[in-house]
């Protein structure tokens, strides 16, 4: 079965720098999706990614797939406290259903 | 306002008991699921359903159940038979649109036992 593996697990940065999360799957990734979740809220989609080489951006937030569709990485330029939470990658479990898998998830912390 | 309301926020159970979470949407979704949530786990999936009347388990039905009389509402029942029900459950939903299947999800039940 496929497994989604992120790192760091967590992470602590001062305000201002810049960071990257990855997101590494056991199999071809043919949809993967970024969500952010600050604790004990649910999650919030930011973005999604299909074909090998696309990268989108949002704000300061930078989602890449890579060609050969098993890793994907978010970066975040210039971080603020609106950033902190829990940053979860999903990937379509493939088959006729629309099930997703789910990384273990990275926790961003932001210093002032 | 579009979107997925779960309630209640929070939910204790006494030992025995059967306790409902409700999942309601209005973005006129197809797909409905449950995922439970654990520290360091990730999100695991319980029940899912693509059609009204229909639903299948995921990786962790045991100890659940669910019913989808209505396209807007995916109830989950955490039964006496789930001996560890202390978690963070999640509701979402989506259209049925193969490889871009984008979830929404709700803000979350907190259940803990007494």
């Known amino acids: 079965s496929q497994e989604l593996e992120q790192s760091p697990q967590s992470l602590i940065v001062q305000e201002g720098k810049n960071l990257t999360i990855n997101c590494t799957s056991s199999?071809?990734?043919?949809?993967l999706y970024w969500y952010k979740q600050k604790y004990g809220e649910g999650l919030i989609f930011l973005m999604m990614l299909q074909k090998g080489g696309e990268e989108k951006s949002h704000e300061k937030i930078t989602a890449k797939l890579d060609e050969k569709k098993q890793q994907s990485s978010l970066h975040i330029t210039a971080s603020q406290p609106s950033h902190a939470g829990i940053y979860l990658c999903?990937?379509?479990?493939?088959?006729?259903?629309?099930?997703?898998?789910f990384g273990t998830g990275t926790l961003l912390a932001v210093q002032p | 306002d579009g979107g997925i309301t779960q309630s209640p926020k929070y939910l204790f159970r006494k030992e025995g008991q059967n306790v409902t979470l409700s999942c309601e949407q209005n973005l006129n979704h197809d797909a409905m699921y449950w995922y439970r949530q654990d520290p360091g786990q990730g999100l695991r999936l319980i029940y899912y359903?693509?059609?009204?009347?229909?639903?299948q388990k995921g990786d962790i039905a045991e100890g659940y159940s669910v019913s989808r009389e209505k396209k807007e509402s995916f109830p989950l029942t955490v039964t006496s038979a789930q001996k560890n029900p202390t978690a963070f459950y999640l509701c979402?939903?989506?259209?049925?649109?193969?490889?871009?299947?984008?979830?929404?999800f709700g803000a979350g039940t907190r259940l803990s036992v007494l």
């Open positions: 979402a939903s989506s259209f049925m649109a193969l490889a871009k299947n984008i979830q929404y």
């Open positions: 199999k071809t990734l043919y949809g």
């Open positions: 999903g990937a379509d479990s493939g088959g006729a259903t629309n099930k997703l898998i």
């Open positions: 359903s693509q059609i009204v009347n229909d639903f």
